[in-house]
């Protein structure tokens, strides 16, 4: 039965108008309820009550007043306010105090009265949405594992902190309400040159990298702060959020020495990585004269001439573009001269008689004074990967297979969230997940996750629907196992720009996580073998240096020189045994740890 509507008017005359409209807008006698003061609306039944026209144009008390006294007894119940004049202080004192619209009698009709009820009852129900999820986040903030707070950001004060960061600091939240953020602040953080993270410029997010922060008990330990400029009430604040990763700063200093062993290792990758195949160049804006050109291997390697050659010789280079190709080079160096940036791909008539396929990323750079505007651009050999795209892109088959049968689930939707396209993998995980097996067309949350994880999820596809590529990192059990997966979300552009859909790209590195684990564990058995060599040795070999300088030379047979030999026999014997230790524990570094 449809909910009645309660109206608040003490004239007989307006009063019939309303019922006038009312009825034309199919209110029944029996839904209409009328009350000739507020204290006497306050005497019906709530539950029958969908909405209250209140006329407070001459109240016994104010209009703040009657709307608290409503409101206190109506909770849930949306109100629009009847006036006799149009007051602009009066309406905006009514809606501040809670009042869903502002109608004056006699100057409207019952069209706008309709609109007036639909929009004051959709308005309290967005209203009581948006406080169950500012509830849900308190909660959410309270309980969350995390160590979070939020301060002032002109006073640096803890305005409020989590239960979290009452556990891990060992203060209450009275005595975080006296301190500021620099009093957790064991000293600048390790990063150099870093932000005050109490500092920050307006922006949405921060990563204010690793600091030192300390307990009320004087430990102290390293954390990774992320921040976010925010409203508390009105103040402007910081909100900010710190994990503990003491654990792994500490492990990495403790790495330091052994970092360094493998820099000379790290040298020669980079000389290798530097003599691969790409070049960079540097071109006059107005007459695209080739002005600089990196002098590496790559260039003798790709051109099939060197970096001099081709500055010498103008000719050189357009000769060998492919004829077809030739015009399009030369309209996207003038592009990039214009517009400031481009992108071509091209053909390459190779000195060893091969067609290549070269892509060149080319921007504007501004000249200033007397240095005339340039284009710099990298090139590189695309002529496998230009292959194997036209190999997949002819063979539609061969693509959708090769896609199915890769472990990682790959999937895109539209941009009403709905899928567009999914993989087998994908399709097995909603499976085991669901029961189900999603298909083109359907909503790409269905009811197979939690809130938190739908939540997430679509404030991700929001995010990549307004531009953004980003990668998400998770953690997640699966059958006693901890598995951790990479979820790539890439927006989707049509060939005018414009976004149509998200694309998503979810990896398990777990494998890759465990690798880290038994390198961290490999570094432990080198650390150990160290200090065996840099201590236990030490006494076996100053035991044999000692011996040998009491040695009679010249009595081979003194009875001194027999005590000897058996002492350095014993400190001998002991060498051997460490060094066969060391060589054990060298021979078990690639043992995988076992649990």
């Known amino acids: 039965m449809k909910k009645g509507i309660l109206v608040i008017e003490g004239n007989s005359t307006k009063n019939a108008l309303l019922h006038k409209h009312l009825k034309e807008l199919h209110y029944s006698k029996e839904n209409i309820y009328r009350a000739h003061s507020v204290d006497e609306a306050v005497s019906f039944p709530v539950d029958n009550i969908s909405i209250i026209l209140a006329d407070l144009s ?5 209009i703040s007043a009657a709307l608290h006294t409503l409101q206190k007894h109506f909770r849930n119940i949306p109100i629009i306010v009847l006036a006799d004049k149009d007051d602009k202080d009066d309406a905006m004192a009514a809606v501040r105090e809670g009042a869903q619209d502002y109608l004056v009698n006699g100057k409207f009709d019952c069209a706008q009265l309709e609109k007036a009820i639909l929009f004051a009852i959709e308005r309290k129900m967005q209203a ?47 005595e975080f309400r006296r301190m500021t953020i620099n009093d957790i602040f064991a000293h600048p953080g390790i990063q150099p040159e870093g932000d005050n993270p109490s500092r920050l410029t307006k922006k949405d997010f921060y990563d204010a990298g690793y600091w030192k922060h300390v307990k009320k008990n004087g430990e102290t330990f390293y954390v990774h702060l992320y921040s976010h400029i925010t409203q508390f009430g009105k103040i402007e604040a910081l909100l ?17 020495e052994l970092t360094g062993q493998l820099k000379a290792q790290k040298e020669q990758l980079d000389s290798l990585l530097y003599s691969m195949g790409y ?84 921007n504007l750079k501004i000249g200033s004074g007397d240095v005339p505007d340039t284009i710099n651009g990298v090139t590189f050999d695309i002529s496998k990967e230009r292959e194997l795209t036209q190999t997949i892109r002819y063979t539609e088959k061969n693509l959708r297979a090769t896609i199915n049968n890769t472990k990682d689930m790959i999937w895109s939707i539209n941009t009403k969230l709905e899928i567009v396209f999914c993989n087998k993998a994908y399709e097995d995980s909603v499976y085991e997940l669901a029961g189900v097996v999603p298909k083109p067309g359907d909503y790409v949350l269905g009811e197979w996750g939690s809130e938190t994880f739908f939540n997430t999820r679509k404030k991700d596809y929001e995010r990549a629907l307004l531009g953004e590529s980003f990668i998400v990192f998770v953690e997640e059990y699966y059958e006693g196992d901890l598995l951790h997966k990479e979820i790539s979300t890439n927006p989707i552009f049509d060939d005018d720009g414009k976004i149509v859909g998200v694309i998503c790209i979810a990896r398990d ?26 201590h236990r040795v030490r006494g076996p070999v100053a035991s044999i240096l000692g011996l040998a300088s009491l040695f009679n030379y010249e009595a081979h047979e003194h009875e001194k020189n027999i005590e000897i030999l058996e002492k350095l026999k014993i400190a001998t014997h002991d060498l051997d045994k460490i060094i066969k230790e060391v060589v054990d524990k060298t021979n078990n570094i690639d043992t995988p740890a076992t649990t």
């Open 58 to 62: 001459t109240p016994s008390t104010s």
């Open 128 to 174: 009581q949405k948006s406080e169950y999820a500012v509830r849900e986040y308190k909660k959410h903030f309270e309980n969350g594992p995390i160590p979070m707070w939020i301060i002032d950001l002109d006073t640096q004060k803890f305005l409020i902190v989590n239960n979290a960061a009452v556990d891990k600091y060992g203060y209450s939240k009275s």
């Open 240 to 256: 900010s959020f710190a994990i503990d990763v003491d654990k792994k700063v500490l492990t990495e200093q403790q790495n330091e």
């Open 279 to 362: 070049t960079i160049w540097s071109r006059r804006a107005d007459n695209f004269e080739l002005l600089y050109a990196y002098p590496n291997n790559a260039y003798l390697k790709i051109f099939g001439h060197s970096a001099d050659d081709l500055i010498k010789d103008k000719s050189l280079f357009y000769n060998a573009i492919h004829p077809d190709d030739l015009q399009t080079v030369y309209d996207s160096l003038r592009e990039a001269s214009t517009k400031g940036a481009s992108e071509i791909i091209f053909r390459y008539s190779h000195p060893d008689g091969q067609i290549r396929t070269f892509k060149s990323q080319i």
């Open 509 to 534: 590195i777990s494998e890759q996580k465990n690798q880290f684990v038994q390198i961290q564990r490999q570094n432990e058995k080198l650390r150990e073998i160290a200090w065996i060599q840099s």
